[in-house]
């Protein structure tokens, strides 16, 4: 599985971006899929992840209300809107494939395949 994001940017806080995520391969929707991200000087984080049928989605708590995470199997895609962002949201944004159980789906180890990071950057 290879992973292409896009959709990364300046944008002003309150703003919103959308982010995608293309993934090739016949098996996209046995894939749970998530992003993550990373600020400079800190760890990779958890942001969101949506199971391969999308009836599991699981957000971390500083995105929730804000971001929605959502996928397109017929389109090998996903995507992360992301609205009322905050300078804090800045950060290199990265999609993941991976599969599992459904409690594991917030951690890193679930995730085999990882895309180039897309740049977030939020000005106050």
């Known amino acids: 599985v290879q992973l292409q994001a896009s959709g990364g940017g300046l944008v002003q806080a309150g703003g919103s971006l959308r982010l995608s995520c293309l993934a090739s391969g016949r098996t996209f929707s046995s894939y749970h899929m998530a992003w993550f991200r990373q600020a400079p000087g800190k760890e990779r984080e958890f942001v969101a992840a949506?199971?391969?049928?999308?009836?599991?989605?699981s957000y971390a708590d500083s995105v929730k209300g804000r971001f929605t995470i959502s996928r397109d199997n017929g389109k090998n895609m996903v995507y992360l809107q992301m609205n009322s962002l905050k300078s804090e949201d800045t950060a290199a944004y990265y999609c993941a494939a991976g599969t599992g159980g459904y409690g594991t789906i917030r951690s890193t180890y679930t995730y085999r395949y990882w895309g180039q990071g897309t740049l977030v950057t939020v000005s106050s």
């Open positions: 949506i199971s391969g049928s999308g009836s599991v989605i």
